[in-house]
């Protein structure tokens, strides 16, 4: 059942209503482009806030490779605005998903290995608690120790702690070249002889009986590190500018799993996951693709929780899983600092935050 | 004040009693009491000076665990210190403090390129890491410009930087995991071995945190492949705007270096006196710059950078021809601290990070404050990050320059906040910039702060006054904003002095 909305205009806005949610105990929960949302726990709430009216670009300077927007951005138009100066912000995500929502659900780019991960993007966050406070952490240069690390803090939070209304992100020069090598074979092997291989690939991702080696740089680079490919196996196919990846063979299932684990058992995961799955080789992401949340849910994370990794649901029902995270009276406490009468979507989070 | 008896605090401390269990637990040689001996531990290497109760040196988990259940049994807090090159105070104890000095944990445990991860313990030094790595061909890329002497552990607590962050990112971005031990004696590890983890990012957290939730036990940090190649660049410019614009030139050309240090005639000077590296002793300034990656990649940057800098007028370019060569230009750069000894026998320096494009109005802005309180200033910083080190020179004997001194890094910390940046791009904030918090930060972020800090260390025990101004206090959003030196240094915690 739709939930009733709210669509604050103003960071002004965002503190009035969550003042006045805490003080009457309504739930809410924040959300922007609703790409994201089914990472985490599913629980009732009584008020979506949606951040899309958040939109503006404060502060863009491209010699700083720093952009200051507002979190409801859609991250196609930061695209859009960051490629006319030659830049990007490394995400890879949907281009009506919001900056915030990417940054709240900690959604990485799979070029991961070459571009690193969203919570290395994030410099400064603006966040509104669930009182009603305005807090800033970080700050708007490429590097900075001055306090402690609230952009990393709300990154991946899962809108438990407060609404990113403000974020200043990292960004860097789009690369000269793009190229995708897609090899045909048995997909692990292959893809682990490629990893090995091709020096500084952006991504290496097996999936059934394909492999796509993402490439990007100068040029003669890309050149280079295709004639290294060539030397694993002859038979490649080479997509200039193409989308990465090209197939996702998990990605119409119903209910679609992020596993992360450490890159060495990744094929081991993958060997197991039927016909559905992508392993980001080196990495130690596996998408795996499942017909419902049921049965087959659990005993995927009973490997994943064998191979010492976790495996949240990240489209369809299912929610986070086990384990519960560590040091939960401390979590707890953090939750309590930050969104004190517990409104924030309590429940959603990891070990039930 | 600058030789006034310390006075302690937390009274009520057993400071004997805890001194026994520790023996007992660590073995005699596992903790330190001789006054003259603790001495040693009175300071990192910033200008601040405080004293301790007691020094601990665990050699392992459980010995750290034994270390931080007898400081909360005895009424004492804990100071944890790598190193001690700090150069916030961050390390510098205050009152009975029991300091645990981590340098008797320093095993590499375990090396996995297969996962891209190693595990360390930390008192393993930087350059050690690197070193050991190496055969594997990856590296621990943070480097600090003290990586023979600096600790991981201390990197971490610091999240520590250095010229290769620029293209490969700080300390929090190559630690996967930590395991620490909390204020209560419990062991939690934080972080995963995989590239996601359950719950909120504590790791992210710990990072950076300089020693005020926890002690920091066991270190995973991720593996960069060594780069196949790498081309070191010098050039020379006839003025220091010339020399920062070649800088602004290369980002935007879309180049990201993986560093970029510029240094000016004064530093250039110290430094080539040391280091005999051949700098150009009559230049401006300098700009050593690195890329690296794929051979190609090499070329088509260093191309790039070069045309940049003769844009802009370099006299000449220097390219290192060899590993060796490559060394002796960055032993100068990396040995600048030491070498402005002989400008003077004291030196103070601030790490405040400004916007890249605000690099020349900041620089100038930096001499001016200089030449008005007639002082020596000399610059060496991560031109790439926008990161200054504004490097004040002095006799501390000569009455008056300690104040002259305090007054100048303030005014050039203010300098570098109106342009839009941060206080510290890597030292920390530790004691000696913490009254500045309140010029970058309003009450309501500082509280959250604090609230942040008491949901790890719930009694404050973990190395007190440190990272926030003595006003700043979950729940309590009045506070003072902006003081002057005099107040700042009336407000320094009891038993410390500059």
């Known amino acids: 059942m739709a939930v009733p909305t709210l669509h604050p205009h103003t960071k002004a806005d965002v503190r009035a209503m969550l003042r006045e949610a805490s003080g009457r105990g309504t739930r809410v929960l924040v959300t922007g482009g609703h790409r994201h949302l089914d990472k985490g726990n599913p629980v009732p709430v009584d008020v979506e806030l949606w951040t899309t009216q958040l939109d503006r670009i404060v502060a863009y300077e491209p010699a700083d490779m720093v952009a200051v927007v507002e979190a409801g951005i859609r991250v196609g138009h930061l695209a859009a605005v960051l490629g006319e100066r030659g830049q990007e912000w490394p995400v890879d995500q949907p281009a009506d998903a919001t900056v915030g929502g990417v940054i709240a659900a900690g959604a990485s780019s799979p070029r991961r290995l070459r571009v690193g991960a969203v919570r290395d993007s994030v410099l400064e966050v603006e966040v509104v608690t669930g009182d009603g406070r305005l807090v800033k952490g970080g700050g708007r240069t490429v590097k900075n120790v001055t306090g402690y690390d609230l952009p990393r803090l709300l990154t991946g939070s899962l809108g438990t702690l407060g609404a990113i209304v403000q974020v200043a992100l990292k960004v860097r020069p789009l690369p000269r070249a793009r190229r995708t090598l897609v090899a045909r074979g048995d997909a692990l092997d292959l893809g682990r002889r490629l990893l090995e291989a091709v020096p500084l690939a952006a991504a290496v991702l097996a999936s059934p009986g394909t492999v796509e080696v993402r490439l990007e740089g100068w040029p003669a680079e890309v050149e280079a590190q295709t004639a290294a490919a060539r030397r694993v196996t002859s038979e490649l196919l080479v997509l200039e500018e193409a989308d990465f990846p090209t197939v996702r063979p998990w990605q119409d299932a119903p209910v679609v799993v992020e596993a992360a684990l450490p890159p060495s058992r990744a094929p081991a995961l993958a060997a197991a996951a039927g016909e559905a799955w992508g392993a980001l080789l080196g990495a130690g992401i596996v998408w795996v693709g499942l017909p419902s949340a049921d049965g087959a849910l659990s005993g995927l994370r009973a490997r994943v929780a064998e191979l010492g990794g976790i495996a949240p649901v990240v489209r369809g029902p299912g929610g986070l899983g086990e384990p519960p995270p560590p040091a939960m009276d401390v979590q707890r406490r953090l939750k309590a600092a930050f969104d004190p009468r517990g409104i924030l979507a309590p429940g959603r989070g990891w070990g039930g935050l | ?498």
């Open chain 2, 1 to 498: 004040m600058a030789e006034a008896a310390p006075r302690t605090e937390g009274r009520g401390a057993d400071v004997e009693g805890a001194r026994r269990a520790l023996a007992a637990a660590l073995g005699p040689d596992g903790v330190l009491a001789d006054p003259l001996a603790l001495r040693i531990y009175a300071r990192d290497a910033s200008m601040v000076e405080g004293g301790c109760a007691l020094v601990a040196f665990p050699r392992s988990v459980e010995d750290v665990q034994a270390c931080v259940r007898i400081a909360a049994g005895h009424g004492l807090p804990i100071v944890p210190r790598g190193s001690g090159t700090g150069l916030a105070g961050g390390a510098t104890p205050i009152g009975d403090a029991l300091v645990v000095a981590t340098a008797r944990m320093h095993r590499i445990l375990e090396v996995r390129p297969e996962d891209r991860l190693a595990w360390v313990e930390p008192g393993v030094l930087n350059l050690d890491l690197a070193t050991a790595l190496r055969p594997t061909g990856f590296t621990y890329a943070p480097d600090p410009s003290s990586q023979q002497s600096c600790s991981i552990g201390g990197n971490v607590n610091t999240n520590a930087g250095g010229p290769h962050c620029l293209a490969y990112g700080v300390t929090s971005n190559h630690v996967l995991a930590v395991d620490v031990v909390l204020p209560d004696g419990r062991l939690e590890r934080f972080g995963s071995e995989g590239p996601e983890w359950p719950g909120l990012d504590l790791r992210g957290i710990v990072v950076g945190s300089e020693g005020t939730l926890g002690i920091v036990a066991r270190i995973c940090v991720r593996l960069t492949p060594l780069p196949p190649a790498t081309r070191t660049m010098l050039f020379d410019f006839p003025t220091v705007e010339a020399c920062a614009q070649t800088v602004t030139d290369v980002i935007a050309a879309g180049v990201v270096p993986a560093a970029i240090e510029m240094m000016d005639h004064g530093i250039v000077v110290a430094a080539e006196a040391f280091a005999h590296a051949g700098y150009p002793t009559d230049a401006a300034a300098i700009l050593i710059v690195e890329v690296d990656g794929l051979p190609e990649a090499v070329e088509a940057q260093g191309r790039a950078v070069e045309a940049a800098a003769r844009r802009n007028g370099t006299r000449h370019v220097r390219v290192a021809a060899d590993e060796a060569e490559r060394a002796l230009i960055w032993k100068g750069r990396k040995n600048a601290f030491g070498a402005v000894a002989r400008i003077a026998p004291h030196y103070h320096l601030h790490d405040c990070v400004v916007p890249r494009t605000k690099l020349v109005e900041v620089l100038s802005g930096v001499y001016r404050i200089a030449r008005r309180h007639d002082l020596v200033v000399t610059n060496v910083f991560h031109a790439g990050d926008g990161n200054l080190h504004p490097l004040l020179s002095f006799d501390r004997r000569v009455p008056g320059t300690l104040e002259r001194v305090l007054r100048a890094s303030e005014e050039i910390v203010r300098l570098c906040v109106e342009a839009g940046g941060v206080l510290s791009g890597e030292h920390g904030i530790g004691l000696e910039k913490r009254d500045f918090m309140p010029l970058v930060f309003s009450a309501e972020d500082l509280a959250a702060q604090d609230c942040l800090r008491g949901a790890f260390d719930p009694d404050r025990r973990m190395n007190p006054h440190k990272v926030l101004p003595a006003g700043a206090r979950c729940g309590d959003f009045a506070m003072a904003r902006g003081r002057s030196v005099e107040e700042a240094l009336a407000r320094m915690p009891e038993g410390s002095w500059i």
